[in-house]
């Protein structure tokens, strides 16, 4: 059996028999694995707690060609999720950005960009970003990195965003100034110019350097409204909820009541 090695993040886990675990990781080198580890589920295991969710993990794993799944060897801890689960809503956010990796990454299809993203969002929120918007930011490029993304430029009649703000229709075509923004429907959304302007800070910037500035009130800022408006999208694109945002929205609603 061939041996191979790559960077990976422990999307999830569970049991496969006493001593066995099953482990879904994304990888850097070769997507989504999914991986048989056996005698993880011992006090002594080699594996240790390095398959813990949303650890970064350099592992190594023999595979045959006509078995789906891979039997994991060997795994060394690289950054530990730990930190971020002492925060209820840090944690919150790593599940959900989780999800929403194991929804859209392919199965054995390197995604780099992708991989990119997980690592930048998650140091961000170790260095105590707001995980309100770095999860506004992992959205939005997980969309765009999917091609399911239509960034606003100007509406048709060739009016700008900058000072109107823009209403937006799921369904199509896509962005319009208030001016021409049809009738309000199930699905129609609007940002305001600071949202807009978040969201070109997203488009340039990494998740660690970009600030909400929003002079929006204090019950929606800019990141809220972008986060109100991906959620249509992504649930339109993986066509279903997807696991950990439910949660996220829980742990949000119960830190703005205390």
Not at 21 to 29: A, N, P, Q, R, T
Not at 78 to 94: E, H, K, Q, Y
Not at 227 to 244: T, Y
Request: aromatic share 8%; proline share 7%; charged share 25%.
């Amino acid at each position: 059996m061939p041996t191979r090695q790559s960077r990976a993040f422990v999307l999830r886990s569970f049991p496969l028999s006493e001593s066995a675990k099953g482990v879904i990781l994304f990888s850097e080198e070769e997507g989504k694995i999914k991986g048989w580890a056996h005698g993880a589920r011992r006090p002594n295991s080699r594996f240790g707690s390095s398959l813990d969710l949303g650890n970064e993990v350099q592992l190594e794993w023999r595979e045959r060609e006509t078995r789906e799944w891979v039997n994991l060897s060997h795994c060394d801890l690289v950054v530990s999720a730990l930190p971020l689960m002492r925060d209820p809503l840090a944690a919150a956010t790593l599940h959900y950005h989780l999800g929403l990796v194991d929804v859209f990454a392919p199965g054995r299809d390197a995604r780099p960009r992708l991989y990119r993203l997980v690592r930048a969002c998650l140091g961000a929120l170790r260095d105590h970003s707001s995980p309100l918007l770095v999860a506004a930011y992992f959205e939005a490029w997980l969309l765009r990195l999917s091609g399911l993304y239509p960034r606003p430029g100007r509406c048709g009649c060739g009016a700008g965003f900058c000072e109107t703000g823009a209403a937006f229709r799921p369904s199509g075509p896509g962005w319009y100034c208030p001016d021409c923004a049809p009738g309000e429907r199930p699905g129609d959304l609007s940002l305001s110019s600071e949202a807009l302007a978040l969201l070109a800070a997203v488009w340039a910037s990494p998740p660690a350097a970009v600030q909400d500035r929003s002079r929006a009130p204090a019950d929606r800022t800019a990141a809220e409204e972008l986060f109100r408006l991906h959620r249509g999208m992504v649930g339109a694109a993986a066509g279903r909820e997807i696991p950990g945002r439910e949660g996220l929205v829980r742990v949000l609603n119960l830190i703005r009541r205390q």
